[in-house]
């Protein structure tokens, strides 16, 4: 079986980028396409930029392990579709959740060092993330607590904690 990975994300191909629903339709798309269930268009022109700005596409269901950046913040914004920003201490416990959508809770900042997610709601969720620094290999760091190569066994368990995080924080805020 061929996986069509090798083409989830693509840098700026214009001095103007309208983010209107033609050109967000497009990406979602392109995330339906690949095997991964995601998309990331680039708004830098390089890894090599000083500020990091791009648009996400991710997929329900599909795993995306949690990140932390130790030398620099993060900003997300919901443009399409709703999410669980879901923010994590060392160890793996929920320090925090917000859900986000186009109607609620649009923005959230998310300090340097600390472990965060997006796990969409809505089939396919569209967000932009900015965040300032070149890009490094170092500058992502996954936990050992679901990691970014994990087996299936470990995802079951990792999306097993976070939907029950999920039941409990919507019957105790309904």
């Given at each position: 079986?061929?996986?069509?990975?090798?083409?989830?994300?693509?840098?700026m191909k214009d001095?103007?980028?309208?983010?209107?629903?033609?050109?967000?339709?497009?990406?979602?798309?392109?995330?339906?396409?690949?095997?991964?269930?995601?998309?990331?268009?680039?708004?830098?022109?390089?890894?090599?930029?000083?500020?990091?700005?791009?648009?996400?596409?991710?997929?329900?269901?599909?795993?995306?392990?949690?990140?932390?950046?130790?030398?620099?913040?993060?900003?997300?914004?919901?443009?399409?579709?709703?999410?669980?920003?879901?923010?994590?201490?060392?160890?793996?416990?929920?320090?925090?959740?917000?859900?986000?959508?186009?109607?609620?809770?649009?923005?959230?900042?998310?300090?340097?060092?600390?472990?965060?997610?997006?796990?969409?709601?809505?089939?396919?969720?569209?967000?932009?993330?900015?965040?300032?620094g070149k890009f490094?290999?170092?500058?992502?760091?996954?936990?050992?607590?679901?990691?970014?190569?994990?087996?299936?066994?470990?995802?079951?368990?990792?999306?097993?904690?976070?939907?029950?995080?999920?039941?409990?924080?919507?019957?105790?805020?309904?």
């Open positions: 079986m061929s996986q069509n990975t090798q083409k989830y994300h693509e840098f001095e103007i980028v309208k983010a209107d629903s033609t050109f967000l339709g497009e990406l979602l798309q392109k995330a339906r396409q690949n095997d991964l269930k995601k998309y990331r268009y680039c708004l830098h022109d390089s890894e090599n930029s000083n500020v990091q700005e791009m648009i996400f596409v991710n997929e329900k269901g599909f795993y995306y392990p949690p990140d932390k950046h130790d030398h620099c913040a993060e900003t997300k914004i919901i443009l399409y579709g709703e999410a669980w920003i879901i923010l994590f201490e060392e160890d793996g416990s929920i320090r925090d959740m917000m859900k986000a959508s186009v109607d609620g809770l649009r923005l959230c900042r998310v300090e340097k060092g600390i472990y965060h997610a997006v796990v969409p709601v809505s089939e396919q969720v569209i967000f932009y993330e900015m965040r300032e490094t290999v170092d500058m992502v760091t996954y936990p050992v607590w679901a990691p970014r190569d994990a087996s299936e066994e470990e995802i079951k368990g990792y999306k097993e904690r976070v939907s029950q995080a999920i039941r409990q924080w919507e019957e105790n805020n309904v």
